[in-house]
Nanobody
Framework: QLQASGGGLVQAGGSLRLSCANP????????MGWFRQAPGKEREFVAAISWNGGLTKYGDSLEGRFTVSRDRTSNTLYLRMDNLKPEDTAVYSC?????????????????WGLGTQVTVSS
């Protein structure tokens, strides 16, 4: 099961790095992604990365502030978030895709981890 961590409370303009560990190594050859969901809103695509890290994709207006990466040795997915804004407040979840590429559609993902709360204060 995927395990997301690293969330917390941060002031606007601050940074956080989320991690997603995969102890069972079920996604080492799969694309992986981050999604978020704020209260009362639909789940939103944040970022995705291909199996070898060669391709990345970001949600609207997030590229430049967010950076997705992965360490295949430790089978860990990361999301670096800079210049955080109050509208970034949400539960962030990681997921492993069925394929090896980058995907923005949640239906492309097979395994989902429990989320981690990110709260950005103004």
């Amino acid at each position: 099961q995927l395990q997301a961590s690293g969330g917390g409370l941060v002031q606007a303009g601050g940074s956080l790095r989320l991690s997603c560990a995969n102890p069972r190594r079920t996604s080492s050859n799969n694309g992986m992604g981050w999604f978020r969901q704020a209260p009362g809103k639909e789940r939103e695509f944040v970022a995705a990365i291909s199996w070898n890290g060669g391709l990345t994709k970001y949600g609207d207006s997030l590229e430049g502030r967010f950076t997705v990466s992965r360490d295949r040795t430790s089978n860990t997915l990361y999301l670096r978030m800079d210049n955080l804004k109050p509208e970034d407040t949400a539960v962030y979840s990681c997921a492993a895709a069925l394929g090896s590429g980058v995907y923005a559609d949640p239906v492309a993902y097979r395994y989902w981890g429990l989320g981690t709360q990110v709260t950005v204060s103004s």
